[in-house]
T-cell receptor, first 113, second 110 residues
Framework: DTEVTQTPKHLVMGMTNKKSLKCEQH?????MYWYKQKAKKPPELMFV???????INESVPSRFSPECPNSSLLNLHLHALQPEDSALYLC????????????FGPGTRLLVL | GESVGLHLPTLSVQEGDNSIINCAYS??????FIWYKQESGKGPQFIID?????DKRQGQRVTVLLNKTVKHLSLQIAATQPGDSAVYFC?????????FGKGTRLHILP
């Protein structure tokens, strides 16, 4: 099973809303990632969790708050987002924190109004 | 600056022909490269990878070639099929991060 699942598939939120994106994998992977992808652009790394601890934050604004409750779950809490934050948010996981062979979920398409 | 990039943003190929997607990288210290396929509405899907101690690696209908001398990476798809229509990204693993190139959209002509 090489599946990474993400919920919800689509999300529309206002700039004052608080919402959360969820990601789950049951491959026993010890590293999990959040990426942001704008239309016609490559994915851009946001956060890396290694053994359930935040290891990389690519200078992401604090209105994005990641959380790793356990080794299978990864959340991204959203608060006071801006319209320019509208994008596809991708979760990925890999066997080890070296980041090799990352498996991606289908993404959550977020629209901020 | 250092980057991973692609020569062409789009590529149109006749169904049944071979496709070649190219990628240039500038970080000579990179030692691991990956090709991903992203279909519309989906996340990137791992296709094939190659380490810098190799110059060629083959998978099912796909071959990746690495030329470290000119810092060039290519993905060859044999007998291109309609299901190969997607955006293809080359990527390098650097400092425990995957850095994606700009992507090439592959169009399959009937």
């Amino acid at each position: 099973d090489t599946e990474v699942t993400q919920t919800p598939k689509h999300l529309v939120m206002g700039m004052t809303n608080k919402k959360s994106l969820k990601c789950e994998q049951h491959m026993g992977h010890r590293a999990m990632y959040w990426y942001k992808q704008k239309a016609k652009k490559p994915p851009e790394l946001m956060f890396v969790y290694s053994y359930e601890k935040l290891s990389i934050n690519e200078s992401v604004p604090s209105r994005f708050s990641p959380e790793c409750p356990n080794s299978s779950l990864l959340n991204l809490h959203l608060h006071a987002l801006q319209p320019e934050d509208s994008a596809l948010y991708l979760c990925a996981s890999s066997q080890d924190p070296a980041g090799e062979t990352q498996y991606f979920g289908p993404g959550t398409r977020l629209l901020v109004l | 600056g250092e980057s991973v990039g692609l020569h062409l943003p789009t590529l149109s190929v006749q169904e049944g022909d071979n496709s070649i997607i190219n990628c240039a990288y500038s970080n000579s210290a990179s030692d691991y490269f990956i090709w991903y396929k992203q279909e519309s509405g989906k996340g990137p899907q791992f296709i094939i990878d190659i380490r810098s101690n190799m110059d060629k690696r083959q998978g099912q209908r796909v071959t990746v070639l690495l030329n470290k001398t000119v810092k060039h990476l290519s993905l060859q798809i044999a007998a291109t099929q309609p299901g190969d229509s997607a955006v293809y990204f080359c990527a390098e693993n650097r400092d425990d991060k995957i850095i994606f190139g700009k992507g090439t959209r592959l169009h399959i002509l009937p």
